[in-house]
């Protein structure tokens, strides 16, 4: 019986300023999983930097000022989210924590491969136990979490030399990133005290860097994404320092 194949990620073209400038539309209208510059080469550190400038100067120069122009037109508080943290955690978790841990969770993942799918599945059901842990006996809790990590290391090592995409992968990726940056920016108004309407249009950034870390990610790979997320929330907090 003759077997099924499935077609490869994508191959991106080669690296130009002007040419990645133009690659970023055409990708939003029609977004695929693709191969990877990386950060081993000069080109993947360059199409990083253009990237990052995109990132910062639609942030700083549109977006920012229309969510700041919508915030007093609806006198809106603030995010709060910030304040509970421990004091000192503020630099530490916006620079490296966050960019680690949201990039891993929501684009880690998006190069469809087998493992990479199923560690996002034990993140879920991992996400699922922790919200069901007050209601759980102690040693079922920890009995199931024990389990989890076996299952999430098992499936890792036995998945290992499965590097093609799941089938319908590839199909289904342009919904599957628009889907993951609504996501990703829904999650974010969780940073403010009330929710509502009127809410919605302040993660707009979230957005926006979604839509960008989701393209660095396909285009430079997942470290590239991880750095630029640092740097454009490093620059947002130098704003903020200077703003007050």
């Keep these: 019986m003759a077997t099924r194949t499935h077609p490869p990620a994508r191959s991106a073209p080669p ?9 970023l539309p055409s990708f939003l209208r ?5 191969t990877p510059i990386g950060l081993r080469r000069r080109e ?25 122009i919508w915030q007093q037109a609806m006198h809106l508080s603030p995010p709060d989210a910030f304040d509970k943290l421990p004091g000192g955690w503020l630099l530490p978790f916006t620079i490296l924590i966050a960019p680690i841990a949201e990039e891993a969770l929501f684009r ?29 006996a102690p040693m079922v809790l920890a009995g199931a979490l024990a389990a989890l990590a076996l299952a999430a290391l098992g ?9 093609a995409p799941m089938a ?20 974010h108004l969780t940073n403010y005290p009330a929710v509502s309407v009127l809410t919605l249009p302040l993660v ?3 957005l926006w860097a ?13 470290h590239a994404a991880m750095l630029q997320h640092a740097g454009a929330n490093a620059a947002t907090m130098l704003l903020v320092h200077f703003g007050t």
């Design 44 to 68: 993947g550190w360059a199409a990083l930097g253009v990237l990052e400038t995109v990132h910062i100067a639609g942030l700083f120069l549109l977006v920012l000022p229309l969510i700041g």
């Design 108 to 136: 880690g993942w998006q190069t469809g491969r087998p493992r990479a799918l199923w560690l996002l599945a034990c993140t879920v059901v991992l996400a699922i136990l922790v919200v069901c842990a007050k209601g759980m």
């Design 168 to 187: 319908g992968f590839l199909a289904a990726y342009p919904a599957v990133f628009w889907i993951v940056a609504l996501v990703f920016a829904g999650v």
């Design 155 to 163: 499936g890792w090592i036995a998945l290992r030399k499965r590097r």
């Design 210 to 222: 979604a839509l960008l870390l989701g393209f660095t990610r396909q285009r430079v790979g997942l």
């Design 15 to 23: 690296f130009a300023p002007l040419g990645m400038l133009r690659e």
């Design 30 to 34: 029609r977004p695929a999983v693709l």
């Design 204 to 206: 707009l950034p979230q």
